[in-house]
């Protein structure tokens, strides 16, 4: 049998990230040459750094206490303050197909395993906030504990702008909202720099929007995403096989609904490790429950949630290993 990448993640509580533990695992996972890799070549400069930060205290200002705590205890490592910003980062681009519904949000991430941070998190800067972490704090997906859940997927288009990583757009709508309605509000108004899906859920709405540097908020038919924004299909020959394969993934998803067991199998699940797009994790967020539960094909599930949360590091299969074709002799 062929194997399958395996991928170590941890889950950690990490409070308020003033008591060391959040500056300890971003020294581990971020070291200077990594932190220096995510920036722009902008980003690297004094001026850069500058406009970063501006645009934070512009558009994020109610977690400006929370960077300056953290960037406080990583004053040793060249530009991690600018790196904490998110707002002069190089683009990267992800796979990913995500459904809400019933108040349940449900998704694939599709990326390089050794490229994830592989980080599910608990913590309380402003309020109570589980997810999965990347970018130091920011969040693929997450929950809040007023019942709001957010996760993202890649808008297939590679357009770049000012703006902030989405993952962290995720954080700041999970500490400072509590509906779907009251996020969609602030949406409106930061920028973000690559085109971004966003699936927003809570008890009474789930809605997906589509996002990007070039184009105002967007609101999708309805409450699924895949890579793609617009049934247009591309001129060039590589966006136009991407979309063509985003597009079929959203229609297995439709037809599919809410389904756990659709997520872990093709065409929703994919095993494109080695052209870094496979799946590292499904998630099903249940945020009027306070529970998320990660799914693998052969490795079984992880649940965690606002009253059971152990800090544990586990690693898994990512999916079914596959027979090798026999040799002609």
Request: glycine share 10%; net charge neutral; with cysteine.
């Amino acid at each position: 049998m062929e194997t399958t990448p395996s991928k170590t993640f941890r889950a950690l509580d990490l409070g308020a990230g003033d008591d060391g533990r959040w500056a300890a695992l971003i020294r581990e996972t971020y070291p200077p040459s990594v932190v220096a890799d995510w920036l722009t070549a902008e980003g690297r400069t004094d001026a850069g750094a500058l406009a970063a930060r501006r645009l934070f205290a512009t558009h994020l200002p109610e977690l400006l206490p929370s960077l300056r705590r953290l960037t406080a205890q990583l004053e040793d490592v060249p530009h991690a303050g600018t790196f904490l910003t998110l707002a002069a980062v190089r683009p990267f681009w992800s796979g990913c197909t995500q459904i809400g519904s019933g108040g349940e949000l449900l998704r694939t991430y599709d990326f390089a395993p050794d490229g994830v941070e592989g980080t599910f998190v608990r913590s309380h800067l402003l309020r109570p906030v589980i997810g999965t972490q990347e970018g130091g704090w920011g969040l693929l997906d997450g929950m809040n504990d007023a019942g709001l859940a957010i996760s993202l997927t890649f808008g297939g288009r590679k357009v770049h702008g000012p703006g902030f990583a989405v993952v962290l757009v995720i954080r700041w709508l999970l500490e400072t909202c509590t509906s779907v309605d009251q996020a969609l509000a602030r949406l409106r108004t930061v920028p973000v720099c690559i085109p971004q899906n966003l699936t927003l859920v809570d008890a009474t709405r789930s809605v997906t929007v589509y996002l990007g540097p070039d184009i105002p908020m967007t609101e999708a038919p309805d409450a699924c995403a895949a890579n793609h924004q617009s049934e247009t299909v591309p001129k060039e020959a590589e966006e136009a096989q991407r979309a063509r394969l985003s597009r079929e993934r959203l229609a297995a998803l439709r037809a599919a609904g809410p389904d756990v067991a659709a997520l872990l199998r093709p065409p929703l699940h994919k095993d494109g490790y080695a052209q870094g797009f496979g799946t590292v994790y499904a998630a099903h967020y249940r945020p009027a429950e306070g529970a998320v539960t990660y799914h693998w094909p052969d490795d079984g599930s992880w649940r965690l949630s606002f009253d059971s949360f152990t800090e544990e590091t586990r690693t898994v299969r990512l999916g079914r290993p596959r027979p090798v074709p026999a040799r002609r002799t």
